[in-house]
């Protein structure tokens, strides 16, 4: 049936250590590459930070309670490579381990799913110190510390994805100025954006060494689906795109891409074996998807550069146009048939992984009401319009064929927006910031609804 969702589909809710944790000094963990940067001045839209957050690090049992509620089959989060390994002479640190070894247990107890992320921006900030993901020894630190994760939580862990969308973690980071460590450098992101990728395969090795062959691991991309001029397209696919999937998913990366970037990049980072490292065999692959990008090829070069343009080094005569609205709170054009079409792109061009939509939501201004009797509500229909369709559209793209496994709303709960700290509100469940009050939002009632009868 078009609009009900098979009974082993997955539906989750998503969120990460950093946004959520708070409790940034305790139990030994060190800091992150994102509290050295929050804390910069002017780093950060309003000067926040995630020292606080939704204090998730001792509330986490009332989240526990919020995902009963909720009544979802799995719960995506990651885990603060900072609490499990906060030296850089390899000592591990129990008290993190069992800090998610509790949450693992007790999700396990409610019959709901662990969907690990490992990394998910929080670097420690010692492995910063020597360059961050500029340094290809990142990638081995990475490894090791997922050894030392797999062997704890080891069988208990339903899905083991390696990295939250290294798009992020280079361009936006390396690339453009907007997230940690924020050096702008254009087309000083692509070092970072091969070693994200060697960590990739190294991680999947370190997993599978641990837990044998069965062991289920993932990667987690926000593809852009972009629209207009084909050309345009076709460069931002590869530099977007194809950058992270092809070795990846197919070993190499593109000639196009080399093409593209003669001049800015020579690659020589690139080292002999390196594809056979990142290319191993992934369970499923998820897919971020919030909005689609307008593109025009441009007879300027794009000086000063936008973030737009940081990010893409290798496109500097594409151009950023203006979308139709309606836009969410973040600025993004709202276009459910984008996750349709770029679904099913995907699967067409890499037919042998299943997909996961490990991010769907929404940016409101959220308002909080306090009824007659004293309880409290949000009314956010704009969130529950956009999951709605995105479900539609998400629905529609199995029935023409596509293996999509499990969709994740981005957020349980409000919670710290990177660069927007605290002024945008993603969740189904909103947090009163000054009292780390809960406040189920109208989506979350309805998401409720929606899980009971999958339809
Ligand atoms: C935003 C980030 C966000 C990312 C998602 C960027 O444009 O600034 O905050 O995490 O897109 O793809
Ligand atoms: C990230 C989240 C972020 C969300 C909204 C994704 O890019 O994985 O951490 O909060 O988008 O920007």
Redesign the pocket.
Known sequence: MENTFPQDFVFGT?T?SY?IEGAVNEDGRCPSIWDTFSHTPGATLAGDTGDVATDSYHRWREDLALLKDLGVDAYRFSIAMPRIMPTPNGVVNDKGLDFYERIVDALLESGIKPVVTLY??DLPQYLGDEGGWLNRKTAYALADYTSVVAKRLGDRIDTWTTL??PW?SSYLSYGAKEHAPGLGLGPGAFPAVHHLNLAHGLMVQAVRAELGESAKCSV?L?LALNRGDADACHRLDLISNRAFLDPMLRGRYPDELFAITKGICDWSFVQPGDLEQIHQPIDVLGI?Y?STNLLAMSDRPQFPQSTEASTAPGASDVDWLPTEGPHTD?GWNIDPDGLHDLLVRVHDNYPEVPLMVT?N?M?CKDQLVVNDDGSKSVHDADRIDYLQRHLVAARRAMSEGVPLTGYFV??LLD?F??Y?GYA?R?GITYVDYATQERIPKDSFLWYRNFIASRA
Do not use: D, I, L, P
């Open positions: 998503a990460a946004q998910h921006w939250n969308e992020c987690t926000n971020n919030y973040m991010e939501g940016a981005w957020s919670n927006e990177w927007f945008k993603f």
